[in-house]
């Protein structure tokens, strides 16, 4: 079972779900599969060594990112190495069909962003920019 944001926010009771940082403890407790996610799942998800947490990204599309992330650490396609074992993520599932709104994209970067300026993981060497409200 993967924790979406809509269950994030209904957790916490708060209107925007990404204002809401876990805590490391729970991150790494965080469901590792995505084998049975859809391909349309937006996300921000964590790369982990052990109990350390390496990086810190976002996609529209978390299967394949998470894939392309294996084939560089594994040396198979080229791009930055991160060693990690394992990956944590919180998800958006979105319908296949529908088109990945502004809002999506900005509640998702923003997530990203509050993540990594929080916990500063060493893979992370730049922080993106905040979202720009339309």
Excluded: C
């Amino acid at each position: 079972m993967i924790l979406t944001f809509a269950k994030l926010q209904r957790i916490s009771g708060l209107e925007q779900p990404a204002a809401v940082i876990l805590p490391l403890d729970q991150l790494r407790g965080l469901p590792e599969s995505v084998d049975s996610l859809d391909y349309y799942v937006s996300a921000v998800y964590f790369l982990w060594r052990g109990p350390s947490l390496l990086y810190v990204g976002h996609s529209h599309s978390v299967q394949a990112r998470l894939v392309s992330h294996q084939m560089a650490r594994d040396g198979r396609r080229s791009g930055k190495r991160i060693p990690f074992s394992r990956a944590t993520l919180l998800a958006w599932p979105h319908e296949r069909s529908k088109i990945i709104t502004d809002r999506l994209r900005s509640a998702v970067t923003e997530a990203e962003r509050a993540y990594i300026l929080r916990y500063r993981p060493p893979f992370n060497v730049q922080i993106p920019r905040a979202a720009v409200a339309s």
